[in-house]
């Protein structure tokens, strides 16, 4: 990878973390942030390990697939989509 994109891809990834982490605390699109958040995760374990940095010290990949399990299961009761989708069941 040419050294001219790293510091792209670093403000990129950090842009990615906030607007997850902040659509899974608003509750906005929970299914597709925690993909989002699990792929972002996979991604940076797997440079940490080719980097030869020990990930597991920090659990990284325990941490994708808790971002992965959070989008197969409905954690979206208080959540926006949630009262979107009853409004819109009220309406119709």
Known sequence: MPRAVIPTLAVLAT??????????????SIRNA???SAILL??????MTISGLSQFAYAV???SAAALSL??????LLSVDSLTRRRHSEMG
Do not use: K
């Not at 842009?15 to 906005?28: D, M, N, R, S, Y």
């Not at 989008?71 to 979206?76: K, M, P, Q, R």
């Open 15 to 28: 842009i990615a973390e906030v607007a997850f982490g902040l659509t899974v605390l608003l509750g906005i």
């Open 34 to 36: 925690a993909i989002g």
């Open 42 to 47: 996979f991604l940076f374990a797997t440079a």
């Open 61 to 63: 990949y325990l941490m």
């Open 71 to 76: 989008a197969t299961i409905d954690a979206s």
